[in-house]
């Protein structure tokens, strides 16, 4: 079946990296997402990967797709207290919609 | 500014009672949806649209309903049906079936 994991807390002093991960169980996967939320706020797309790529960057972001471990990863360079929010992973699988399946989020917490 | 509009942000009503939550957006998206969010859990789908007059059920759609008579607008009504209503949700849009989706700010019903 399809499903999502992730560790529930992560804690990174101020100008560390922070590498938050995923695992997924669906190998037919299309894209993988990361969303970010703030408190009381809706979700934020941060960023996604195609299945067929390894590695994607933009800016301080950096993700890593390992297909054969169906494992996947999200790096914040110089991670700032402003990057305090829950951290979600999602996978869109084939099909006839647009059907994300959501972990339960990893909350980052940045302490100076 | 194009966005995602849910109003109210918190909403409060008597067991027994139906609901109705407003999701509106100006991206001109053909496709939306509404998502359930509980502490410490991802999100689950509960309706989508791919287009106008068109919805479908998600993985928990028991006790709720769903229109899709304007491109812009896509409400979901609560029942009393519904066991366990109090929750956030969160409502998005997408260009089509394969673009990312992108969210509103969310509604947090809750239901005494």
């Known amino acids: 079946g399809e499903d999502v994991e992730q560790s529930l807390f992560l804690s990174v002093r101020e100008g560390d990296s922070s590498v938050i991960n995923c695992t997924y169980t669906?190998?037919?996967?299309?894209?993988l997402y990361w969303y970010k939320q703030e408190p009381g706020a809706g979700l934020q797309l941060l960023t996604y990967i195609f299945s067929n790529m390894d590695m994607k960057q933009d800016q301080r972001l950096t993700v890593l797709l390992n297909k054969k471990d169906k494992h996947l990863s999200l790096r914040i360079a110089d991670t700032q207290t402003g990057d305090s929010a829950i951290y979600f992973c999602?996978?869109?699988?084939?099909?006839?919609?647009?059907?994300?399946?959501f972990g339960a989020g990893t909350r980052l917490a940045v302490h100076p | 500014d194009g966005g995602i509009t849910q109003s109210p942000k918190y909403l409060f009503r008597k067991e027994g009672q139906n609901v109705t939550l407003s999701c509106e957006q100006n991206?001109?998206?053909?496709?939306m949806y509404w998502y359930r969010q509980d502490p410490g859990q991802g999100l689950r789908l509960i309706y989508y649209s791919q287009i106008v007059n068109d919805f479908q059920k998600g993985d928990i759609a028991e006790g709720y309903s769903v229109s899709r008579e304007k491109k812009e607008s896509f409400p979901l009504t609560v029942t009393s049906a519904q066991k366990n209503p109090t929750a956030f949700y969160l409502c998005a849009s997408s260009w089509d079936r394969n673009s990312p989706l992108h969210f509103g700010n969310g509604t947090r019903l809750t239901v005494t």
């Open positions: 991206l001109n998206h053909d496709a």
């Open positions: 999602a996978e869109r699988g084939p099909g006839g919609y647009n059907k994300l399946i």
């Open positions: 669906d190998s037919s996967s299309t894209y």
